[in-house]
């Protein structure tokens, strides 16, 4: 008999991840390794089965939409390749994850989209309806939110699914908290 209940499907987590602003791609920033690793050991543990992760990236055009100012665009196929370098660059970041994921049996999927990661996130949410969201936290203080500003107090407000966000450790903090 089958269940239309929807008991038996595996818990959908999407985990919002970036790339590391100290080391770039494709190193994953460490609220997102931090966000990756409480996911695995405190919700999937071994019921690898019984979950789906959801990796989604989101890449942030520079104001001006270009991120090497310092070289020289003669055609518009040296655009182009600007464009597919930082595509790569992205599925590099999420080939970390994948990789690992498939290493220990965990059902995932991955996926790259550009703008402001706030309101894409949460766009991202409402398309797919992850069971849950989690997102790494720098941990900023009251003076940095307010120039920074993040992600993932934006998305506890604004994503249509349970939100957990995941504070990095005290050790893995770099000199600057805004560096990640």
């Known amino acids: 008999m089958e ?5 038996g499907d595996p818990t959908k987590v999407m985990v919002a991840v970036n790339e590391s602003s100290l080391k770039g791609y494709p190193h ?6 931090s966000a990756f690793e409480w996911t695995l050991s405190k919700l999937v543990r071994s019921n690898f089965s ?10 942030v055009p520079d104001e001006d939409g270009f991120d090497d100012m310092d070289s ?5 196929a040296d655009f182009k390749s600007m464009k597919e370098r930082n595509k790569i660059r992205g599925l590099h970041l999420l080939e970390f994850f994948v990789n690992h994921c498939h290493e220990l049996g965990i059902n995932c999927e991955a996926w790259i989209r550009k703008g ?5 996130i949460c766009s991202e949410v409402k398309r797919v309806q992850p069971d849950m969201l989690v997102v790494g936290s720098r941990g900023l203080g009251p003076f940095q939110r307010v120039f920074v500003g993040t992600v993932s107090e934006f998305c506890v407000k604004h994503a249509n699914c ?3 966000t995941i504070r990095r450790n005290a050790n893995e ?5 805004v560096d990640d």
């Open 3 to 7: 269940r239309t209940d929807g008991y």
């Open 28 to 33: 994953p920033s460490i609220s997102s390794r």
């Open 50 to 59: 019984g979950f789906k992760l959801l990796f989604l990236h989101v890449q």
């Open 72 to 76: 020289i665009y003669a055609s518009p």
């Open 116 to 120: 402001d990661p706030k309101e894409v």
């Open 162 to 164: 349970p939100v957990v």
């Open 173 to 177: 903090c770099p000199q600057d908290p």
